[in-house]
């Protein structure tokens, strides 16, 4: 969550700043605090502090004073524990899956919940009006886009993905209003991703974006979904944020799911069930 704060703040207006450099500065302290004490220590206004609450995409003082309260004090803090060369395989196994752990609960106490709110709203609509939910997505993340289409074409949405640049801007530029375009980057820098998504808001299409606070891609969406992990995204191998990046369309999966109700899902999976038994050996 500090690390989301950190990233947040230099795109911040000047109040809001202060507003972040008190929480950095004793998060403890902050999530005890009173509103009116905390807008004096920061010599800000009321509702600066409210606004800086939701301009780090939370939904108010007390969601996030909960959220860092969870934070300081669960103990589950990333720790980011980098495999060596002379690792032995079990040290590998260890490392690997304590990262992923980490980030998990991390992204637990730190997600908008308001933020997936919105995504999974607006999926659920496109849904009910039958038009189509694109997926974005390059290099690793294009996988994580493939996997989306595969959850949600299941559900019975019209979805399709791409990870090609000149795929992805040809086919934004066909999007038209009660279209719903899930975008998703680790960096948040990706230029074809964010042609894609400016093409496609131009058109009227809703725009989720699925990546770092503070990045570009963040703020040219119109629903920001916050995927933040401290694994560099120039790494040659990221893990961390690919699994993270899944969970997070899993949780929207289940969210859409939910919303269209089981009277209708629950006859189409099982037809889709008994026809694929024939492709398994008993």
Same mark, same amino acid.
């Given at each position: 969550?500090l690390?989301r704060?950190?990233?947040?703040?230099?795109?911040?207006a000047?109040a809001?700043?202060?507003?972040g450099?008190?929480?950095?500065?004793d998060?403890?302290?902050?999530?005890?605090?009173?509103?009116?004490?905390?807008?004096?220590?920061?010599?800000?206004s009321?509702p600066?502090?409210?606004r800086?609450?939701?301009?780090?995409?939370?939904?108010?003082?007390?969601?996030?004073?909960?959220?860092?309260?969870?934070?300081?004090?669960?103990g589950?803090?990333?720790?980011?524990?980098?495999?060596?060369m002379?690792?032995?395989?079990?040290?590998?196994?260890?490392?690997?899956?304590?990262?992923?752990?980490? %980030?998990?609960?991390?992204? =637990?106490?730190?997600?908008?919940?308001?933020?997936i709110e919105? #995504?999974?709203?607006?999926l659920? *609509? +496109?849904?009910?009006?039958?038009r189509h939910?694109?997926?974005y997505?390059?290099?690793?993340?294009?996988?994580?886009a493939?996997?989306?289409?595969h959850?949600?074409?299941?559900?019975?949405?019209n979805?399709i993905?791409?990870?090609?640049?000149?795929?992805q801007?040809m086919?934004?530029?066909m999007?038209?209003p009660?279209?719903?375009?899930v975008v998703?980057?680790?960096s948040?820098?990706?230029?074809?991703?964010?042609? %894609?998504?400016?093409i496609a =808001?131009r058109?009227?299409?809703?725009t989720?974006?699925?990546? #770092?606070s503070?990045?570009?891609? *963040? +703020?040219?969406?119109?629903?920001?979904?916050?995927?933040?992990?401290?694994?560099?995204?120039?790494?040659y191998?990221?893990?961390?944020?690919?699994?993270?990046?899944?969970?997070?369309?899993?949780?929207?999966a289940?969210?859409?799911?939910l919303?269209?109700?089981?009277?209708r899902?629950?006859?189409?999976?099982?037809?889709?069930?008994?026809?694929?038994?024939?492709?398994?050996?008993?």
């Open positions: 969550m690390d704060i950190r990233a947040c703040l230099p795109s911040l000047p809001e700043q202060r507003v450099k008190l929480v950095l500065a998060p403890r302290r902050f999530a005890s605090l009173p509103v009116v004490e905390l807008a004096e220590l920061a010599h800000v009321k600066t502090v409210v800086f609450c939701r301009s780090v995409g939370y939904d108010g003082l007390a969601d996030f004073k909960l959220k860092l309260a969870g934070s300081v004090s669960e589950v803090p990333f720790i980011h524990r980098a495999v060596d002379d690792d032995k395989t079990s040290d590998v196994m260890v490392k690997v899956i304590d990262n992923t752990v980490a %980030a998990f609960l991390k992204y =637990r106490n730190d997600a908008s919940v308001s933020a919105k #995504a999974a709203t607006a659920a *609509a +496109t849904y009910e009006t039958g939910i694109e997926f997505g390059a290099g690793n993340s294009g996988i994580v493939q996997d989306a289409q959850k949600f074409f299941r559900l019975g949405v979805a993905s791409y990870s090609d640049g000149h795929m801007v086919s934004a530029s999007l038209r009660g279209d719903c375009v998703i980057s680790n948040g820098r990706t230029r074809d991703l964010m042609d %894609a998504c400016d =808001r058109n009227g299409a809703t989720i974006v699925i990546t #770092a503070g990045s570009p891609l *963040a +703020t040219a969406g119109e629903i920001h979904v916050a995927a933040d992990h401290p694994e560099g995204y120039d790494r191998s990221p893990m961390v944020s690919r699994l993270l990046h899944l969970m997070v369309i899993d949780i929207l289940t969210c859409v799911a919303r269209i109700g089981g009277a899902l629950q006859p189409l999976l099982q037809d889709m069930k008994d026809n694929l038994r024939s492709k398994r050996y008993t």
